[in-house]
């Protein structure tokens, strides 16, 4: 994600993430230095968060007010996944794991989403880098030697998935999608299939993917009148 000065043209909700510190008041502990808050146990504690005016609990506001900056920040889209689970019985735990999303986010207001020459440049850059130096069969053969399209692909998504990482033995789909070198679409989502191994479970989270950068291809076009150059990489170490 790049920084307010790096970009020409920025959004973040920096302004927003001060005002949500502020009503929450949520305490000045250590800072995390990553929003992840899958590996937390929240049954571990079963004591129920306090509803406060019985209409609207804090740990539901706060989520909600939390999922508004999803938008503009992949890097805490897994943790919204995560924390949603528990709107309709929030606990303890569940609750520390919301203010630690947030003080996350306070620890970095200043990213978001930004679009420029240069980085457009180091974009292509990084892609035909990542491209060029992969090891042999790192990644099963998905990706093919870099091309000139390749590396100026005008749309290009990331997908990854998480084996069996839930109670219930399901897995957890990643993807983001970049179009000019700007995250544009960004998810962390339970996949609806059990995945009986680690290639199934990539397979999944590549179909997903494949099916946000097609439609991501037809609106690029319908607004641009031009068809846009995809490329899809399917990142995977162990299968």
């Not at 924390?83 to 203010?99: E, F, G, H, I, N």
């Not at 440049?121 to 042999?136: C, M, S, V």
């Not at 641009?224 to 995809?230: I, P, Q």
Request: glycine share 6%; proline share 4%.
């Amino acid at each position: 994600m790049p920084h307010e000065k790096s970009a020409r043209c920025f959004f973040s909700h920096s302004r927003y993430i001060e005002k949500l510190v502020e009503k929450h008041k949520v305490p000045t502990g250590r800072v995390p230095k990553s929003a992840t808050t899958a590996s937390t146990d929240h049954n571990a504690e079963c004591t129920s968060a306090p509803d406060g005016n019985g209409k609207d609990p804090p740990y539901r506001g706060l989520v909600g007010e939390l999922m508004w900056c999803g938008g503009l920040r992949a890097d805490v889209q897994n943790s919204m996944r995560d924390l949603s689970q528990y709107l309709a019985s929030p606990t303890v735990a569940a609750r520390k794991a919301a203010d630690r999303t947030l003080r996350y986010l306070s620890r970095t207001k200043q990213f978001g989403v930004g679009t420029s020459d240069r980085i457009q440049r180091d974009f292509e850059t990084k892609l035909k880098g990542i491209l060029t130096h992969q090891k042999p069969g790192k990644y099963g053969g998905l990706v093919r030697a870099p091309t000139e399209q390749t590396s100026k692909a005008d749309l290009v998504a990331f997908s990854d998935s998480s084996y069996a990482d839930q109670k219930n033995s399901r897995s957890t789909s990643g993807l983001v999608c970049y179009y000019h070198g700007m995250p544009v679409m960004a998810r962390s989502r339970l996949q609806k299939l059990t995945a009986t191994s680690t290639a199934e479970a990539e397979l999944c989270a590549a179909s997903e993917a494949a099916r946000e950068i097609q439609f991501l291809r037809k609106l690029a076009s319908f607004v641009t009148g031009t068809v846009s150059y995809t490329h899809l990489r399917a990142h995977e170490t162990d299968s």
